[in-house]
Structure formats: C-alpha cells, structure tokens
C-alpha cells in the first residue's frame, strides 16, 4: 500500500513560488508513478502534473513552464516547485500514486489514482 503525506500550502502573493513536498512511502519505483492534482474553489479535482517511472512528466497547458515534478528517490519524496504563482492557482493540491501510467495522460484522471496524500491549501492573492 502506498502511502503519501503532502504539504507546504501556504499563502503567497501572485508571482511569488512555493514548494509543496509529499512523502512517499510503500511504492515501487519501476511500478508506480506519480501526479499532482488541485482542486480549486467550485472546480472538479484535476491533474496539474505527473511523473512516471521513467522519470517522464507531462503538465497541465496553464501551468507548464512555470511549475515543475519531481521525484527525489534518495529521500523517497515528490515536489512540486510552483513559481510564478497565478491567481488561478489557488486551490488545495493533493499528491497521488497509481500503477496505471502510461500514455502520461493517464496521470490527470483522478479515477486512475487509488492512493491519495491529504490535501494541501495553496492561496495565492494579489
């Protein structure tokens, strides 16, 4: 069972950054992959980016260049580096593992995704 504990919400002001980390726990590095989700306010619960075991992401169109996945496999734990904060990236992010990981794609369906992290509120103003 693989277990995930995000955090690192915080306030910030638009263009500013953040790092959220997850500590992962339980997972196989040549199974499982990862993904990021957020859930804005009065919005469904959507993938903003994800990692498979190859070390490949794919990113949502709004936030690419400005966001970044990855997998620190030393310390078994995902980031998420969030710079140049918009307002519209308000919202309680969640970190999630699946085994269903290819094409990336996949890795934006929140049904695809059996373990989840608590979520974690990001609150960008400006």
């Known amino acids: 069972q693989v277990q995930l504990m995000g955090s690192g919400g915080a306030s910030v002001q638009a263009g500013g950054s953040l790092r959220l980390p997850c500590e992962v726990s339980?997972?196989?590095?040549?199974?499982?992959?990862m993904a990021w989700f957020r859930q804005s306010p009065g919005k469904e619960r959507g993938g903003v980016a994800g990692?498979?075991?190859?070390?490949?992401?794919n990113y949502r169109d709004s936030v690419k260049g400005r966001f970044t996945i990855s997998l620190d496999n030393a310390r078994d734990i995902l980031y998420l580096e969030m710079n140049s904060l918009h307002i519209e990236d308000t919202g309680i992010y969640y970190c999630?593992?699946?085994?269903?990981?290819?094409?990336?794609?996949?890795?934006?369906?929140?049904?695809?995704?059996?373990?989840w992290g608590q979520g974690t509120q990001v609150t960008v103003s400006s």
């Open positions: 999630a593992a699946t085994r269903l990981c290819w094409p990336l794609s996949r890795l934006f369906v929140p049904t695809n995704f059996p373990n």
């Open positions: 339980g997972f196989n590095r040549s199974r499982d992959c």
């Open positions: 990692i498979d075991r190859k070390g490949r992401t």
